[in-house]
């Protein structure tokens, strides 16, 4: 599987927009981005997934570089609910199993 | 949102016992699930692939007769840590293969159970 990059760790202080970066330089043409994160104590949530083109839903922005090489998770208002570990993962459309492997992720602490 | 329920939340156990944990999905059937486990401060590791009337496929490095899987119906899977002893202590979390297939398909995952061996 291709592999993704994060940071250990960010800080972001509630209320404020958070970007999340993650690089994925040997991404393959089929390969789909998800984020998932991880609440403390809890199994893992999906955020949000894309292939080429930018992507909003209701918990996120993803914004995907254009030679795909590298990507942001974006939170628009940071609360004390989104600190977590966000996870970068790659997923290739051509799989037949969603099999996902987590690396290890950023872990985002939101000040009050 | 599909809902995946995971129980126990929380077991403690001597060492030798057997536990059993329980994943569910509540509002969808899952012909797949996952099963990972989790040290502290570490990312989520899979452990086991489990198929529906099937036999689990396990990752190297998971001892089969260790972790019995078993996914008798499309909305229950079990892992049952048999023999358990200290270091088996870990998190362990479910996960239920999202029915919607293709681009939009994704990962629901249970709440996880956190295992003590004494």
């Known amino acids: 599987d291709a592999k993704t990059t994060q940071p250990n760790s960010m800080e972001s202080n509630e209320e404020e927009p958070v970007h999340l970066p993650c690089n994925h330089s040997?991404?393959?043409?089929?390969?789909?981005i998800h984020w998932y994160r991880q609440l403390p104590s809890q199994g893992p949530e999906y955020v949000i997934h894309?292939?080429?083109s930018n992507v909003n839903n209701r918990m996120a922005s993803l914004a995907i570089a254009e030679d795909r090489k590298s990507s942001t998770l974006i939170l628009h208002r940071a609360t004390l609910r989104d600190a977590a570990v966000y996870y970068c993962?790659?997923?290739?459309?051509?799989?037949?199993?969603?099999?996902?492997?987590f690396g290890k992720g950023t872990l985002l602490t939101v000040n009050p | 949102g599909a809902v995946v329920s995971q129980h126990p939340s929380w077991v403690i156990c001597k060492s030798g016992t057997s536990v059993k944990i329980e994943c569910r999905s509540l509002d969808f059937q899952a012909t797949t699930m996952f099963w990972y486990r989790q040290f502290p401060k570490q990312s989520l590791m899979l452990m086991a692939t489990s198929n529906e009337g099937s036999k689990a496929t396990y990752e190297q490095g998971v001892e089969k007769d260790k972790f019995l899987i078993n996914h008798a119906s499309l909305t229950l899977s079990t892992l049952t840590v048999t023999s358990a002893h200290p270091e088996d202590s870990s998190f362990y979390i479910c996960?239920?293969?999202?029915?919607?297939?293709?681009?939009?398909?994704?990962?629901?995952f249970g709440s996880g159970t956190q295992l003590s061996v004494l």
């Open positions: 040997t991404i393959s043409g089929t390969d789909y």
């Open positions: 996960s239920a293969r999202s029915p919607v297939r293709g681009i939009n398909e994704k990962l629901f």
């Open positions: 993962i790659l997923r290739n459309s051509g799989g037949s199993n969603y099999k996902l492997t």
């Open positions: 894309g292939l080429t």
